[in-house]
T-cell receptor, first 112, second 112 residues
C-alpha cells in the first residue's frame, strides 16, 4: 500500500515568516500534486510535479519533487493571512489508474 | 460552467437509513471520483468511474455503492447508514487519468 506522510500537521505562524511543508513516502510516484483547501470548499489544484528534481514556482510558493520521486516539499516565502488553509499533497500511484493517494494534510494559519 | 456540483450540502441520518448523494459535472470529463474526508486522514477514495456505465472500488468502498448511468452524473449510495460514515464527502472529476481533478464543494453527512 502506498502512503504519503505530511509534516507538520499543524502550523501557526506570523505574517511575513517562511515555512516548509513536507510530503514523504517510501514508494515512487509517477507524479505528485499539491492542493489547497479552504473551509467549506473542495481542494483546488496548485501544481503538479512530474520529473524527479523538478522545481516549480507559483508567486511566493516553491514546490520541489525529490530526485527519486518519493518526496516533495512546499515552501512559502513571506506568508500572508490569505495563505491560511489546508494543504494536501497527492500522488499518482503505481496502479496506472489515475487514482490519487492523499497525505493527511497540513493546516496552516497565518496571523496578521 | 458550474464545474462540479453536489447535492445535498448537509444531511443528518439515523443509523440504518439510506440515502443517495448526487454529483454532477458539466465539463464532459470521463473520470469521476467519490472521496471521504475525515480529520487528520486527508481524502480517501471510496469509488471511482473511468467512463459512463463503469465503476470501480477505491480504498474504502465498504458500505457504499455507486452508479454512473450518465456521463455527467455520479451517484453515491449508502444502503444502511452507520455512525462510522459520518464524514464530509467530496466528488471530483477529471478529463483523463493523469489530469487535474476538479472537486465539488462537499456534502457534510452526520449519522446519529
Amino acid at each position: 500500500t502506498q502512503l504519503l506522510e505530511q509534516s507538520p500537521q499543524f502550523l501557526s505562524i506570523q505574517e511575513g515568516e517562511n515555512l516548509t511543508v513536507y510530503c514523504n513516502s517510501s514508494s515512487v510516484f509517477s507524479s505528485l500534486q499539491w492542493y489547497r483547501q479552504e473551509p467549506g470548499e473542495g481542494p483546488v489544484l496548485l501544481v503538479t510535479v512530474v520529473t524527479g528534481g523538478e522545481v516549480k514556482k507559483l508567486k511566493r510558493l516553491t514546490f520541489q519533487f525529490g530526485d527519486a520521486r518519493k518526496d516533495s516539499s512546499l515552501h512559502i516565502t513571506a506568508a500572508q493571512p490569505g495563505d491560511t488553509g489546508l494543504y494536501l499533497c497527492a500522488g499518482n500511484g503505481s496502479s496506472n489508474t489515475g487514482k490519487l493517494i492523499f497525505g493527511q494534510g497540513t493546516t496552516l494559519q497565518v496571523k496578521p | 460552467n458550474a464545474g462540479v456540483t453536489q447535492t445535498p450540502k448537509f444531511r443528518v441520518l439515523k443509523t440504518g437509513q439510506s440515502m443517495t448523494l448526487l454529483c454532477a459535472q458539466d465539463m464532459n470529463h470521463e473520470y469521476m471520483y467519490w472521496y471521504r474526508q475525515d480529520p487528520g486522514m486527508g481524502l480517501r477514495l471510496i469509488h471511482y468511474s473511468v467512463g459512463e456505465g463503469t465503476t470501480a472500488k477505491g480504498e474504502v468502498p465498504d458500505g457504499y455503492n455507486v452508479s454512473r448511468l450518465k456521463k455527467q452524473n455520479f451517484l453515491l449510495g449508502l444502503e444502511s447508514a452507520a455512525p462510522s460514515q459520518t464524514s464530509v464527502y467530496f466528488c471530483a472529476s477529471s478529463l483523463g487519468r493523469y489530469n487535474e481533478q476538479f472537486f465539488g464543494p462537499g456534502t457534510r453527512l452526520t449519522v446519529l
